[in-house]
Nanobody, 122 residues
Framework: QVQLVESGGGLVQPGGSLRLSCEVS????????MGWYRQAPGKQRELVAA????????KYADSVKGRFTISRDNAKNTVYLQMNSLKLEDTAVYYC???????????????WGQGTQVIVSS
């Protein structure tokens, strides 16, 4: 009943920018936080950023601080991830996660989308 659809991935050169979107639909009345995760080949899935839907509190991985920005548009039920100064190590499939609190989302216990691939290559 709850659906999450990621979009905006693609191929970019190092130093470039990309904006990801996660659109949510269905029965989401108990969902108050959303996050972005990524998984590179041969590596574990890791948290990139998270945001509180109601209050706007954010959390970022150390590897993306100062380069990535998470934001939300509550009227559109959409969360964005603006990625600047992209590096080769940012290459991964990026997933959206939805849950009732920041604690649930940052612990990867929420619902998942299908993912969108980001490739950074020179």
């Amino acid at each position: 009943q709850v659906q999450l659809v990621e979009s905006g991935g693609g191929l970019v050169q190092p130093g470039g920018s990309l904006r990801l979107s996660c659109e949510v639909s269905g029965r989401i009345f108990s969902s108050n936080a959303m996050g972005w995760y990524r998984q590179a080949p041969g590596k574990q899935r890791e948290l990139v950023a998270a945001i509180s839907i109601s209050g706007g509190r954010t959390k970022y991985a150390d590897s993306v601080k100062g380069r990535f920005t998470i934001s939300r548009d509550n009227a559109k039920n959409t969360v964005y991830l603006q990625m600047n100064s992209l590096k080769l190590e940012d290459t991964a499939v990026y997933y959206c996660n939805l849950g009732p609190s920041m604690a649930v989302v940052t612990s990867s216990f929420g619902s998942w989308g299908q993912g969108t691939q980001v490739i950074v290559s020179s």
